[in-house]
Every structure is written in structure tokens, then in C-alpha cells.
């Protein structure tokens, strides 16, 4: 049982014991108890509770959405994650699936920077992608709208030796730590391009089929 | 009113709160949204243009980002060949348009400096002088030098005013110096130039053959194509084949280091072991080829017996790789189920470049390695518009359009009647080819000329000599930057714009025609070279010549132009360019999808239904197998001078770095040392760091040592980027008697150390 599982009992049991309060306090006539009594248990279930509940909810929702899982509630997605799930695939996000680079929550493992800073960030895109995706206002094949940060990349290959001993790295050293030049450049497309995500392409059925 | 609302059970005030309630919440979610719509960072650019990479002859599709009239960012385009990979180079587009040093005004030589000018002035002095050279000395005594670097437009246009106006075959280019052996090959083996496979081919290959390629550096994003091939399918075997430990063949399975000059042997030799062990499709060679001495037709058995001589046992010492290495080469060649060979500069700059071009073609015959996806031999190209702008144009000293050739009356005619102009119009005298045109120029023979694009006083061989050429003739520069090499040569400089600040195509290795559309306007006086060879063509008089004036007219004018000839790519409109991520020739109709694979059935439209493969190229219908022995190189090691040099170079920079060297990031690159084993170190008491003299027969300069064991003992390697070192001053001028191509590759040097 990890953390996450221990929020979400944690959370459930929250709201059981505010539903309960709630009912208490439905259930008491004024009166019959002492009134500090039948504030704290107002406070309890009228204030306490749904905050405690707010904030098991807010981190179970955030900590959700770091799951590949998770991006995978809106279809646009599913190119991305068949892809990365896919054995045959010879896009960068596949091969780091494919030998475990990235352990867990693969998809936030590159598109979270580091610190809280860049999980508010990729909240903030979260938000704007559900907000288009709830309104419909977007288009296939889905295009990153952002620049993408190179620290997700180097923040696991700057300094290995590998990395270190190709001379454009060394080279490039500081237009890549700028992000002024795409990574992908010299090492390929990360997920399908977008001439396979576009609805009719011959690879577009394949990919848009549901994630299992 | 109060009535209904008590029946619904809804008062007014209750109804409006609610909505207010229900506004203010979706109020306060748009605003959420509309602010991190605003916070989220937006990328690099505003705009995205589709475009091609400026540098090699991968032809690697780029996405141009600007913002602000300025271009902030280029990516590979995912849409096209190269999936979205581009390299370095390609990366750092981003800077070239605003690269400082830009040569910004026309120049004109007075009392020996250059001097600001109109470009009325410029022009009418160069016009003047060709004039008064062609008056005195006919027109062959002025020339046009090219590259593969023009557009289509550009560099068909100047072979039609300097072929058909001023009436010289004096038009030849750099692609000479790179090409030449693998176009002289090609037209020889099929009776077309241009490869028949694509780099589709390397995707289906499970036998992929690179030899003098170094592909990890010098076209990089076909190298991670070879490297997507062997994820996708770990029993692929990538042989190199190569002198030096390149950092290509440190990452194949087989890296074959033959003695340098040598390889004619080692092909020869395969080919023996597979008549011997009957790797050979029989049933291929009966149907599509024929064999040939370079006179006459000879029999399968003739080739074999031609073949005794090249036995591995009897050529492993010469060649330096043993018996069995050959045998096994030869096995996984012929008997893998798609072999793909890939080879470049360490074949073409070789005195012996056709023939080993010729026998390349011959091993995939032979074996029926060809016309299939994974199976074609396959010459990779060094510039962006070698193949489309001077070999298809044929804007080379011997060539005439779409394969024709100026040695043939009937060619000429045939061009005459497309350019209208009258019989005889065309010179029979083939023009001086990139040697022999600044060897004339040294002697006097050519007087004046243009020069395009390129920069020879760098990239020629035995650089001295040929710069002594530049010195004596009326040199005008169409450059970018006003110190090049061949600048500071120039009698009129000219300003002249580059990659998107004009329009034109670019035509890459596998005959793929890509546009490249004006997104910039060029800087200062800047113009494009079209423009200049307009404006030269009607102070010559020749302006009726030259109707078509801008890049789609020209490009109209040469589409129709193609469609008498197996080039056909009349189907490939600008519009059509614009729309799409290039197309490859034969291409007759505007709703042909392009041909992958020529000589195919299915592919190619040229090919007669049923026949499966059909080389249409010579008039019996088959690809010519040589018998081409091997002649061992002019320059041979010897006390005096025991080491061969090889030259080459770097990932980051390409060609003599009037671009690369003039990007930020990329100028930091030292190119200036030569490279030798640490044998041959140590023997003459060398470190990394030392200063060494370099010495051949054709000059001596000193440079910085580095010791590596990427190169053989005996052999020393340079990049060729650097000015300041200019190695081609030691480099030989030998050429291949056939394609006039210069052996770059080997020249015998001496190697010591000298103080700093």
C-alpha cells in the first residue's frame, strides 16, 4: 500500500465521518445538547470535514493525473499512449517505456519540470488542455503549444558519460540548456507525428484505439 | 406573475441568484481558463514555415519558426523524409539568416582594394569585361563555376545563357569535386544518372554496406535512420568500410579498414567469392545485365575469369583485410535479404571514383540486390542541390539537360530546338572541368569568369596553384561574406542572398525536388543569383534568351523542359511543391505520386508493363556490369613521404565554413590539426598538442598534432573546414581520367615536428 492509497482511504474515511456529523447535527434538536458541543460537531461536519475532504480530493486528483493513466482520459491522448505502450514503436517516449528509463508516471516523468514551480506548471497546462478538450475546441492532430523544457531531458542524460562524450552536446551545451534548441532535433520525434495522428492517416485507427 | 412563479416553486429572486450563481461560476472558470491561457508560455515562434535544410544533401525537411519578422526557431519537419530529424547544423538554421559579416553592398577592385559600388557599376564593368574578353579571345575564354549549392533556377539559367547566349560549354561547378565520379558511374552502369533507390530502402535493408561514408557526421539523420533500421530489427548488419575508426564505424558491426586507396580490391574480391560460392542471381544477370570491358560486350565467363585474379588470398596483403574478412563480406552482401550500399566522398574523390561506382552497381546486379525495398546501391550526396541543380541540369563542362551529353550531336540539337535557338548554336567543344578551368585561368586560356555560390579558393586541391589561377583572371564573386577564400580574389564582388531570402529547389540524393519559399528579405543590396544572372544576361545582349525571369518561370520553363526526357518532372507545379514535402522524379503528371523506386514496375512510369524491372537508360534494356581493374593510386607512400593523408569533416561545421564558422555556436570549433596514429607519433616523438609540419609534393604547412588510434598506422587524417589551415594546399590535383573528379582522399605526406 503506498501513499497514494493511504490518501485515498484516508479521504473516503473523511467524508464518511462528515456525512455522519452532518446527519448528528440534522438529527439533534436544539437544545437537547450542550451548545459548544453542537457547534464543534457543526464546525466538524460543516467546515472540517469538506476541507479535509477539499484537500484529500486536490491531491488525489493531482497525484491521478502524473499516471499515464491519467492522461489517458481524453482520447487525443491515446496516439501518445498506445504509442509509448507499444513494443514496436521507435518513438523516443517508447523506448524510455519500453526499458523502464522512467519507472513510474511516465508521461509526467518528461513533461513536469522539476520542483512544485514546474508541477504548477504542467497543472496550469493540465488545466487549458481540459478546458479544451471539455469545450471542444480543438483540432486533430493535437499540436504542442508550448516549449518544450530540455531540463526534462537533461535532468537524467547531462552527465552521463554518454551524453558527455558527443562533441555537439559540449558544443550545444548552452543552447540546450536554454531549451533554444529542441533535443529532438538530432533524436527523433517523441510521440507519433502528426502526420499519423491525423484523422484518416493509416496509422490514425491503430492509434486511436482505446488504451488498455 | 407572482402566481406562476409560486406554481413553479421558484421565486424570482430565488431563479435569479441561481443563474447568477450559475454566470458567476462559469465566469470564474473562463477567467481560470483565459489566464492560464495567457500564463502558459507560448513557443518560440508565431509561425511555422515549411522549408529545407541548407547545408547537405539529405534535403532534410525543416519547419522555420518566426516571430517578429525574425526567425526564432527551426525543427525537423516531422511531415517529411527525415521524420523530423535534422542535425546541428540543420539546428542551428536558426542563426544563419542573421550571421554577422554579411557582404552587404557590390564591390569592384581599385588599386587592389575593393572598393563600395552601385550595382549598375558592378555589373556594367563585369558585362564590359566579358565583352571585351569574348571580343578578343571567343567565347571559350570565359567560364562559369557553379555549385551545388544554387537553386534549380540559378543554375539552369546560367548554363542556358553561357551554353546557348555567350556559346561556351565552359560551365562546370563543385559538384565536380564531389559528384562527378558517382554521376560518370551511374549514366555509365544504367545509361541515367541519379540513384534508383530512395532512404526508404534503408528502412527494408537488412544488409547495409557503407563504404567512404562517414554517416554518422557528415548526414547525420540518415545515419539515426540506419540506427531506427537495427532497433527495428536486431539481426540488420551495418558493414563500414573505411580507413579511419570514424565515429561511424566505431558504432557498426563490421568496421573493414582497408589500406587507403585500395578498395577497388576488396569490391573486385567479393565479387569473386561470389561467382566462386555461386552467390549470384542467375536468373537477375540473364535477364537485366550485361557485361563489358569499357569497349566491348563480353560473356558472364569472361567476368570470371577477369574475376581470377582478385582472389581474396591474392589480394589480402595489398589490401590490408584478411581472406576471411572478404569471404564473409561478400556472404552477408549477397545472400542478406536486402542489401543497401551507401557510400560518398571516400569513393568519389579517388582516381579510381567510376570505377568503384561502376563495380558498387555491379555487386547489387550481380546478386539482383536491386529494384526491391531494402536493395539498391545508393551514392549518398554531399550538397543540397547537387543532384537537381547541376547534374539534372547538367550544368557540368561535358553535360548538357536531363543526361544529355555535349559529345553528342544529336543532344545538341535536341537542346537547341528546346531552347530555340538555331542548329549549331551549341559549342562542340566540351568546356574545362573544375581543374582545368583554374588551370586555364593560370595560363590565360579563360579570362573571365563567374563564380557562384562556392568558395574554390578553399576547396580546391593543390590549393596554390589554382589560387594563382584566381589571381590572373576577371573573377566575379556572387558570395555572402566579403573574406571567403576566393573573396579576396574577386575583381567584383556581389552580394548575394541566400536559402529563404529567395525562392527556388533544391533537388536532394534521392531525386526529391523540395521548394524553398522567400521568407526573409535579403540584407542590405543583397540579391539573388538569379537576379544577377538576369541582369547579366541582358547587358550581354542575351536577354531574349533568358525569358523566364523569376523562379516559378524558370522552374515552368525547365518542368516543360524535362518532359522530353526520362527526367520527366513535369508534374511537379510550384503549387504542388508548396503543398507538399517534396516529390521524386519520374514525375510526368500532376497526379503522379513521385517514383520511389526507378527501374520498377508499379513505381516507375517509364517502365513497359510486365517487365517486372527494366533498365530503360541503355537502348538494349539492361544495366552494364564492368570489368574494371584495379590501378593502384598516383600518389604511393615512400621514404620521402610515408604517410597518407585523408581528408574530411566534423559533425558541426560542413563544407569551408562561410556559414558554420560564422554561427555563434558553432565557431567555437577547432578543425585546425591533423590527426595520426600514435605509432607514428611516437616514432617521431609527437604528443597531442605538438606543432607539426605537413609536407607533400604540392606544399607544406604546419598545423597542431592530435594522436588518436582512430587512424591507421601510416595514415594521418585533417578536416578541411579551416582557412587558416587550409589543407588543401598539401592535397594532390590527380583526377579520375573519366569523371574529372580529384582524389582528395590520398595524398602522400611527410610528418614532423617542428617548434612552435
Redesign the interface.
Known amino acids: 500500500m503506498d501513499t497514494f492509497d493511504l490518501v485515498r482511504i484516508a479521504g473516503t474515511l473523511i467524508c464518511l465521518t462528515g456525512i455522519v456529523l452532518c446527519w448528528r447535527f440534522a438529527r439533534t434538536r436544539v437544545g437537547a445538547v450542550a451548545a459548544p458541543r453542537l457547534k464543534a460537531v457543526a464546525l466538524a461536519g460543516f467546515v472540517a470535514a469538506p476541507l479535509g475532504a477539499l484537500a484529500v480530493a486536490n491531491y488525489h486528483t493531482f497525484e491521478g493525473t502524473h499516471a499515464v493513466d491519467g492522461c489517458a482520459r481524453c482520447h487525443v491522448m491515446w496516439p501518445m499512449v498506445n504509442d509509448l505502450k507499444d513494443p514496436?514503436s521507435?518513438s523516443l517516449a517508447a523506448?524510455h517505456y519500453r526499458q523502464a528509463w522512467i519507472s513510474t508516471n511516465e508521461c509526467y516523468g518528461c513533461h513536469a519540470d522539476y520542483g512544485w514551480r514546474g508541477s504548477l506548471?504542467a497543472k496550469?497546462?493540465g488545466?487549458?488542455h481540459l478546458?479544451r478538450y471539455t469545450t471542444g475546441t480543438y483540432q486533430e492532430p493535437i499540436v504542442?503549444?508550448?516549449?518544450f523544457n530540455n531540463g526534462n531531458c537533461l535532468k537524467c542524460h547531462a552527465g552521463t558519460p554518454p551524453f558527455e562524450q558527443v562533441?555537439?552536446h559540449r558544443?550545444?551545451a548552452?543552447?540546450l540548456s536554454e531549451s533554444?534548441?529542441?533535443c529532438?532535433?538530432?533524436?527523433?520525434?517523441a510521440h507519433p507525428?502528426?502526420?499519423q495522428r491525423t484523422p484518416g492517416s493509416s496509422a490514425y485507427a491503430h492509434l486511436m484505439e482505446k488504451p488498455r | 406573475m407572482a402566481d406562476a412563479d409560486e406554481r413553479s416553486g421558484w421565486p424570482r429572486r430565488d431563479l435569479l441568484r441561481l443563474l447568477g450563481g450559475v454566470a458567476a461560476a462559469n465566469g470564474l472558470g473562463a477567467a481560470g481558463w483565459g489566464a492560464v491561457e495567457w500564463l502558459v508560455p507560448p513557443a518560440n515562434a508565431d509561425t511555422w514555415h515549411k522549408s529545407v535544410c541548407r547545408f547537405c544533401g539529405t534535403g532534410c525537411g525543416v519547419m522555420v519558426g518566426m516571430r517578429n519578422g525574425r526567425v526564432t526557431d527551426v525543427r525537423g519537419d516531422d511531415q517529411a523524409h527525415n521524420a523530423g530529424v535534422i542535425c546541428i547544423k540543420g539546428s542551428m538554421l536558426r542563426d544563419l539568416p542573421s550571421i554577422a559579416g554579411r557582404l552587404l553592398t557590390p564591390k569592384i577592385r581599385q588599386s587592389g582594394r575593393l572598393v563600395d559600388a552601385t550595382w549598375d557599376e558592378a555589373m556594367s564593368l563585369v558585362a564590359r569585361r566579358f565583352r571585351e574578353v569574348i571580343a578578343a579571345s571567343g567565347p571559350d575564354a570565359v567560364a562559369f563555376y557553379g555549385s551545388g549549392q544554387l537553386f534549380t533556377e540559378e543554375s539552369y539559367t546560367a548554363n542556358k545563357l553561357f551554353r546557348a547566349g555567350i556559346r561556351t560549354n565552359n560551365v562546370d561547378g563543385n559538384p565536380r569535386l564531389c559528384m562527378a565520379a558517382a554521376a560518370v558511374g551511374y549514366t555509365q552502369v544504367f545509361g541515367k544518372d541519379e540513384p534508383s533507390g530512395s532512404y526508404e530502402d534503408i528502412d527494408h535493408a537488412d544488409c547495409i554496406f557503407i563504404i567512404g561514408s562517414n554517416l554518422f557526421e557528415c548526414h547525420p539523420p540518415l545515419w539515426e535512420r540506419v540506427e531506427r533500421r537495427r532497433r527495428a530489427a536486431s539481426h540488420v548488419r551495418v558493414i563500414v568500410v573505411d580507413p579511419r575508426r570514424t565515429p561511424t564505424a566505431e558504432r557498426a558491426d563490421e568496421h573493414i579498414a582497408p589500406v587507403p586507396g585500395t578498395d577497388l580490391l576488396l569490391l573486385n574480391a567479393m565479387a569473386q567469392v561470389m561467382c566462386e560460392t555461386g552467390s549470384i542471381d542467375a536468373a537477375f544477370i540473364e535477364r537485366h545485365v550485361r557485361f563489358s570491358d569499357g569497349t566491348d560486350t563480353v560473356d558472364f565467363q569472361a567476368f570470371k575469369a577477369f574475376l581470377d585474379r582478385y582472389r581474396p588470398e591474392a589480394v589480402e596483403a595489398t589490401l590490408g583485410v584478411s581472406a576471411s574478412v572478404i569471404r564473409q563480406t561478400a556472404f552477408h552482401f549477397a545472400r542478406s535479404a536486402a542489401t543497401v550500399s551507401l557510400w560518398t566522398m571516400g569513393v568519389n574523390h579517388r582516381t579510381q571514383g567510376v570505377f568503384l561506382n561502376n563495380m558498387l552497381c555491379g555487386l547489387h546486379l550481380i546478386t539482383g540486390q536491386i529494384g526491391r525495398p531494402g536493395a539498391t546501391p545508393f551514392s549518398v550526396t554531399g550538397q543540397p542541390n547537387a543532384c537537381g541543380g547541376v547534374r539534372d541540369t547538367g550544368a557540368l563542362a561535358h553535360a548538357l539537360p536531363n543526361g544529355r551529353l555535349v559529345a553528342k550531336p544529336q543532344h545538341r540539337r535536341e537542346v537547341e530546338d528546346l531552347w530555340g535557338v538555331p542548329p549549331g548554336t551549341l559549342s562542340a567543344t566540351p568546356g574545362f572541368d573544375a581543374v582545368d578551368m583554374f588551370g586555364a585561368m593560370a595560363d590565360g586560356r579563360v579570362q573571365a569568369a563567374l563564380v557562384m555560390c562556392t568558395n574554390p579558393g578553399q576547396s580546391m586541391p593543390n590549393a596554390d596553384k589554382y589560387r594563382a589561377g584566381m589571381e590572373r583572371c576577371f573573377l566575379v564573386v556572387a558570395e555572402i561574406c566579403p573574406d571567403s577564400e576566393t573573396a579576396r580574389y574577386a575583381d567584383v564582388l556581389l552580394p548575394a542572398s541566400m536559402w529563404i531570402e529567395k525562392e527556388g529547389v533544391f533537388g536532394q540524393g534521392e531525386r526529391r525536388y523540395q521548394l524553398i519559399e522567400k521568407l526573409l528579405d535579403p540584407p542590405g543590396q543583397a540579391r539573388s543569383d538569379l537576379q544577377i544572372l538576369v541582369d547579366l544576361a541582358d547587358r550581354l545582349g542575351h536577354g531574349a534568351l533568358i525569358r523566364a525571369r523569376t523562379p516559378e518561370a524558370v522552374w515552368d520553363e525547365w518542368r516543360e523542359m524535362s518532359a522530353s526526357s526520362r527526367y520527366n518532372f513535369k508534374g511537379m507545379t510550384y503549387a504542388r511543391l508548396k503543398a507538399e514535402r517534396g516529390l521524386q522524379w519520374p514525375c510526368p503528371t500532376e497526379s503522379h505520386p513521385g517514383t520511389v523506386r526507378r527501374y520498377v514496375e508499379g513505381d516507375d512510369p517509364f517502365v513497359t508493363k510486365g517487365r517486372g524491372i527494366e533498365f530503360y537508360g541503355h537502348p538494349d534494356k539492361r544495366a552494364v556490369v564492368f570489368l574494371r581493374p584495379y590501378v593502384p593510386a598516383p600518389e604511393q607512400r615512400s621514404p620521402e613521404a610515408p604517410i597518407y593523408l585523408t581528408t574530411g569533416r566534423v559533425i558541426e561545421l560542413w563544407h569551408t565554413n562561410t556559414m558554420t564558422g560564422r554561427v555563434n555556436d558553432l565557431r567555437r570549433v577547432d578543425t585546425r590539426f591533423v590527426e595520426l596514429n600514435d605509432v607514428d607519433a611516437a616514432e617521431r616523438g609527437i604528443v597531442t598538442g605538438d606543432k607539426v609540419e605537413v609536407a607533400s609534393a604540392y606544399g607544406v604547412l604546419r598545423t597542431s598534432a592530435r594522436v588518436s588510434a582512430s587512424v591507421k598506422p601510416g595514415v594521418a587524417f585533417a578536416p578541411f573546414h579551416s582557412a587558416q589551415l587550409l589543407i588543401n594546399r598539401t592535397v594532390t590535383d590527380h583526377v579520375d581520367p573519366m569523371s574529372k573528379e580529384p582524389e582528395y582522399k590520398l595524398t602522400a605526406v611527410a610528418i614532423r615536428k617542428v617548434r612552435a
Open positions: 514496436a521507435d523506448r506548471k496550469m497546462d488545466f487549458r478546458s504542442f503549444r508550448g516549449h562533441s555537439s558544443l550545444a548552452r543552447v533554444a534548441m529542441s529532438l532535433n538530432c533524436h527523433g520525434d507525428t502528426r502526420a
